[in-house]
């Protein structure tokens, strides 16, 4: 699946890589106005969970998840609920995902908000600056070329985004933080099989320099695995299918971030 995601994503940046195209997104991107502060807002403090909410529409393995979704109204009850940040996906043939709605998301809160897409190239990043996004995802399993991952993280430091450095193992995780990543993600979602482990994440939070803040991505189905992951030291969660079935996601992320089981 990664791999048919990847060679979709080839096509795209094709595209972006027209000389019309890519002089319009740098333009865009430097006038664009400040981001806000992703990695500052994931900073652990007393208590509290820290929860990227995910707004998703679908997935490959699950399918339809929330396909009339109100963006809008999304980010304002992941806000009520007391998110830390947004995460948006992108990417349309695979997630249903649109630019649109990262836009929208992001008009509607103050929260800062993740590009959440597969991001390959540089004119990508640049595209990321110039829609609003205030960070980006680096899949470091999408990323074999350590000198690209290094340089896409380095430009988007350079144009003021956070980056969310994905990681599925000690080996991509060493290669995260060499790339300069303040920010380490560990999905326990197996990409190849689809299955999730959340033995995943505490297997190798150790493998995560203190210094940068570690957050548990996939396979969170309850506020009870939500503060699993915080007991295993993960100050940050990142959440997307139970919030999209969650008859109430407020109450369901209040119950998190304050501690309820």
């Not at 900073?43 to 820290?50: N, T, Y």
């Not at 998110?83 to 709605?101: E, I, K, M, Q």
């Not at 309850?222 to 299918?241: K, N, Q, W």
Request: proline share 5%; aromatic share 4%.
């Amino acid at each position: 699946m990664l791999d048919e995601i990847l060679a979709t994503k080839i096509d795209e940046v094709t595209l972006l890589h027209q000389p019309a195209a890519r002089d319009a997104i740098h333009r865009a991107a430097l006038a664009a106005p400040p981001t806000r502060d992703f990695v500052g807002a994931l900073a652990p403090g007393e208590g509290a969970v820290r929860v990227i909410a995910e707004i998703k529409r679908r997935s490959p393995s699950k399918g339809d998840l929330a396909p009339d979704l109100d963006p809008a109204a999304m980010a304002l009850a992941f806000e009520r609920g007391g998110a830390a940040a947004l995460s948006v996906l992108t990417d349309g043939p695979f997630f249903g995902g649109t630019v649109a709605d990262l836009q929208e998301a992001r008009a509607a809160t103050g929260l800062p908000v993740l590009r959440k897409d597969f991001i390959i190239d540089e004119t990508q990043v640049w595209e990321s600056r110039a829609m609003g996004a205030d960070a980006i995802l680096l899949i470091v399993a999408a990323l074999a070329d350590e000198t690209l991952l290094a340089d896409l993280h380095t430009l988007a430091t350079e144009l003021e985004l956070g980056v969310l450095v994905e990681a599925h193992d000690d080996g991509e995780i060493d290669r995260a933080v060499a790339a300069g990543a303040r920010v380490v993600g560990v999905n326990c979602r197996d990409l190849t099989t689809f299955a999730e482990d959340l033995g995943t994440a505490e297997r190798h939070r150790d493998r995560i320099p203190r210094d940068v803040v570690a957050v548990a991505e996939s396979a969170i189905r309850s506020p009870a695995d939500a503060h699993r992951m915080a007991a295993a030291g993960y100050p940050a969660v990142l959440i997307g299918e139970m919030l999209a079935r969650a008859e109430d996601p407020t109450a369901t992320l209040r119950s998190i971030v304050e501690g309820d089981a």
